[in-house]
């Protein structure tokens, strides 16, 4: 092919970028072509990215917001695109820009995705009484991964960050590529053989397409996790990322980060209960001083521990208003009023009637007369 320019020509890179883009669009226009479409994401603008590919190539796909409404896309599925090839200069590559986004039929990786789980749920292999329980207090902890992926990475980070005393053994292991089933079975064998024994296993990796995930959808290594006699957390891919291994792990975490942070939740909300007793209980202690402490403060103030007499001299004002109080009421004060008390002889009684002759006593204040009624 002839060039339209000088090759001695040293361009920059922005200035081939839009030679390729011109290139393209004006060799091919509108295209249609089919494929499957996988890695699929929807961007906060309304814009719609995946790929579309078939058993040997790829390419990446843009429907934006204006082509997309109405449009409902999945992974695994078949469809026929109308657009055109551009070039997206920025990351220097091709891409095909949608205009409309037909329908044929679910792509062969989805069909074989759903063909196994309903096999294997039928077998009983993903039932919810089959799940072995999660411990509260792990210590030894599996992890079955690529030693360089953003998986380990992202659990020792949080492993480490919220928890510690803890075990961490990694069972290397592919996970993606045509190794990559038989190396993570082989590695969660590996983790339920060890002595002493491991507490969790977590299985997973970083996110990406459904090609991507594919070796957590293979039969060999759902049994192998559903078989396991330890304790298996599933952490394929992002959160809206599903594989089979989900179904089958005794949990299923959305990223290996949340995996990481579930494991440790338990001892970690222990020490978080216990930090929060041990502060309400020094509230308590601390209110219940402080009250204590100003009873004896008040007590210690008052005027009767300064001076404990003044509890007797109340007593003896009290006594001494009793006292007067019985006075006024005694009959001898009556006497000195300038009364007197009359009383028969015979028997003492107070007189109120008399009859002629009887004796009778009369009681002044000073001196008590004897007379005789006439």
């Not at 002595?195 to 996110?207: N, T, Y």
């Not at 208003?321 to 006497?335: G, H, T, W």
């Amino acid at each position: 092919m002839n060039l339209p320019f000088d090759p001695e020509k040293i361009f920059s890179v922005s200035e081939i970028s839009q030679i390729i883009k011109e290139m393209l669009e004006g060799v091919f226009g509108d295209i249609k072509i089919e494929g499957e479409i996988s890695n699929l994401k929807t961007a906060s603008s309304g814009h719609i990215y995946f790929d579309l590919k078939d058993e040997n190539a790829l390419i990446s796909v843009v429907l934006f917001r204006g082509y997309a409404r109405g449009v409902k896309l999945e992974e695994g599925l078949k469809v026929q695109i109308d657009g055109e090839i551009s070039c997206y200069i920025k990351q220097g590559r091709y891409q095909i820009i949608a205009h409309s986004v037909q329908t044929q039929s679910k792509g062969n990786l989805y069909l074989e995705f759903e063909k196994l789980k309903e096999k294997l749920t039928k077998e009983g292999l993903f039932d919810e009484d089959k799940k072995l329980p999660l411990p509260k207090f792990p210590k030894r902890i599996g992890v079955a991964t690529s030693p360089t992926g953003a998986a380990i990475r992202d659990i020792l980070s949080v492993l480490n960050r919220r928890a510690t005393g803890l075990e961490i053994i990694i069972a290397p292991c592919a996970v993606q590529g045509e190794q990559a089933k038989q190396e993570i079975v082989q590695a969660i064998k590996n983790l339920n053989n060890l002595k002493p024994k491991i507490d969790v296993i977590l299985v997973g990796r970083g996110g990406g397409s459904m090609e991507d995930l594919w070796a957590f959808n293979e039969e060999i290594v759902v049994r192998a996790v559903a078989a396991s006699k330890i304790p298996v957390i599933s952490c394929v891919g992002h959160e809206v990322d599903f594989t089979l291994t989900d179904f089958a792990a005794s949990l299923r975490a959305p990223t290996p980060s949340a995996a990481a942070e579930l494991v440790v939740e338990t001892s970690s909300s222990l020490i978080e209960r216990v930090n929060q007793l041990n502060k309400n209980l020094l509230q308590t202690i601390t209110i219940k001083y402080e009250r204590l402490f100003g009873r004896l403060k008040m007590a210690v103030e008052n005027k009767i521990f300064k001076n404990p007499s003044i509890i007797f001299n109340q007593k003896e004002q009290r006594l001494d208003i009793a006292q007067n109080r019985l006075k006024d009421l005694s009959p001898f004060n009556v006497l000195k009023r300038g009364y007197s008390i009359v009383r028969r002889k015979s028997d003492n009684k107070v007189v109120k009637s008399s009859l002629k002759g009887e004796r009778l006593k009369i009681q002044s204040s000073q001196d008590i007369y004897e007379v005789e009624t006439i």
